[in-house]
Every structure is written in C-alpha cells, then in structure tokens.
C-alpha cells in the first residue's frame, strides 16, 4: 500500500541559517533633559543684581585705585589736589592737631628772642653800658654768645617737643590716606612710636652731619632718605629698613620726588614767617601731600579724598 508524498517542507524565514534565536536591539530611550528653572525676578520687574567681586575692595579711578610706579609713574598733581580737598573736608581736626605744634614754635620764637634781648640789650658800640661809663668790648662779647647758647639749647629743646607733636599730624595723613577719618586722639597713641623716633633722630643727624661736612651732602640725605621716618611711622619700620627702603623709591621716581621736596621746601619757608601761625595749615597740607605721594611711591591704594 503506498501513501501519498509529502508536500515539500518550506524553508523557515524567522531563523537565521544556523537555526539559533536572532539578538533583539532594544528600543533607544530618548535623553533625560532636565528642566530648565526660570530666573527669580524680584517684584517690579528688576534684574537682580550681580554676585560682588572676590578681592580687595576697589576704590574710583583717579582717588582712590593702586597708583604708582607700576602704573605709568607719580602724580605730583594728583596728590596735590588731593591733599587740597581732604584738607577742605577735615579742616577743624587737622588745625587742632597742628595747633599744638604751632604753639610750640610760637614758644620758641618769643621766648628765644626775649632771652636774647635781655642779654644784649645794654650792648652799645662795642662795649656794655654799665651806668657808670662804658665796659670792654669782651663783656658784650660774652653776652652775646651767652645769648646765642641759651637760644640754641631752647631751639634744640622745643624743636624735639615741635618733632613728637607733629607726629599726630603725620598720623593722622597716613591712615587717611586709607580712608580711616583723622582724630585728635592720633596725636596720643603710641603706635610705632619707638621706631619712629629712633628713625628720626637718627635722620636728622646724618642731615647735621651732612651739614657740617658739607652743605650739598646735607641736601642729598635730606633728599635720598626723606620718606624713612614715613616707613617707621607708618609700617614699623626699623632704622635700616626705613633708610633702604627710602632710598630705592627715590632713587626710582627722581623727577617726581624732587618735585615733592621743592614743594615741601617752600611751605616750609612760609610756615616759618609771621611766628609760625601758618604752620596751621601748611603742616597739614604737607603731611596729607607727602603721605599721597608716599603710598604711591610704594604702589599703594589711596582712599578717595
């Protein structure tokens, strides 16, 4: 008995041709975008204003930003129109403090020539009026130079006394050249007090030295070394470090320096006239222009004025 043939057996499409199950690729998930937060807007409609800068504070240009050789040089003219205004602002601290100083040259002065008076008064030409007839020349002589010992030795006294009272005024320049409003305690505290005075003195020495030796060498201490009590007053300084470091400013800003000291020299010479009443204020003015120069001599940030 036969059967019928079987149909042929169809190929199956679904399997690859070695009959194993094919890989699936799963689907691709679509990227996570996270969503986006509106800006907070204050009420009004005002845009918030941005974070504040990390660093030192920044003062306005031309008052108060870091000024010196780093930036293209020394303004003479800056710190004198800014010592004009600080000045203008805190004229009744200031005067107070140079008040005491004044009335230490006033001193000097009347009681100087006083004593001077006194001891050559009865001099006449060439002798002493003794009532009786005239004395020798060498008694004149004797009083005279008594006369002129005992204003030394007072100028000497009360110029000290004059040096420590103006430290306030110094003081009082410098710190608000970092925007600290002046006082008359500043005239009181002891702050660096002893490096300042040691620098001082020693400066005024090697000025007399310089003096002595040789008028032009007194004028080149004076002019190399004229910030180094600036240094102790200022910074602590000792009397090496004060010295160095005046040295290698001025000898790197000559022209504006010597600018500085032809300034100073001036008001100097009009502090010394009608007993010293000026000194009210050309002390002031040269201690708020002396330490502006300073702080940008040292590259500095100066206050505003």
């Known amino acids: 008995m036969s059967f019928p043939p079987l149909p042929p057996e ?34 009004g409609g005002a845009t918030p204003p941005p974070a504040p800068p990390s660093g030192p504070p920044v003062y306005p240009a031309g008052a108060g930003e870091p000024v010196g050789p780093a930036n293209n040089g020394v303004s003479v003219g800056n710190a004198f129109s800014w010592a004009m205004t600080v000045l203008q602002k805190n004229l009744a601290t200031f005067i107070s403090l140079a008040a005491v100083v004044m009335a230490i040259y006033l001193i000097q002065h009347l009681v100087g020539n006083n004593i001077g008076n006194q001891l050559t008064q009865n001099c006449g030409n060439g002798g002493v009026n003794t009532g009786g007839g005239i004395a020798l020349g060498p008694a004149c002589n004797a009083g005279v130079f008594a006369g002129l010992g005992i204003k030394w030795l007072l100028s000497l006294v009360l110029g000290v006394l004059g040096a420590l009272a103006s430290i306030g005024v110094y003081r009082a320049a410098l710190r608000r050249t970092e925007g600290v409003e002046p006082s008359f305690a500043m005239l009181t505290t002891g702050e660096n007090l002893g490096p300042y005075i040691i620098t001082a003195l020693l400066y005024g020495l090697a000025v007399t030295l310089g003096l002595i030796a040789c008028c032009i060498g007194s004028l080149v201490v004076m002019f190399l070394f004229q910030f180094a009590p600036l240094y102790s007053l200022d910074k602590g300084a000792g009397v090496g470090e004060a010295f160095s470091r005046s040295f290698n400013v001025v000898k790197s800003n000559i022209g504006a320096v010597l600018i500085t000291a032809l300034i100073n020299f001036i008001l100097a010479i009009i502090a010394n006239t009608l007993w010293g009443i000026p000194t009210l204020l050309t002390l002031p003015f040269t201690a708020l222009f002396t330490a502006h120069i300073y702080r940008q001599l040292n590259s500095e940030a100066i206050a505003p004025a």
């Open 10 to 43: 169809e190929p199956n499409v679904n399997l690859p041709g070695n009959g194993s199950v094919p890989e699936l690729t799963p689907p691709a998930v679509p990227p996570v975008v996270p969503p986006v937060v509106p800006p907070v807007v204050p009420p």
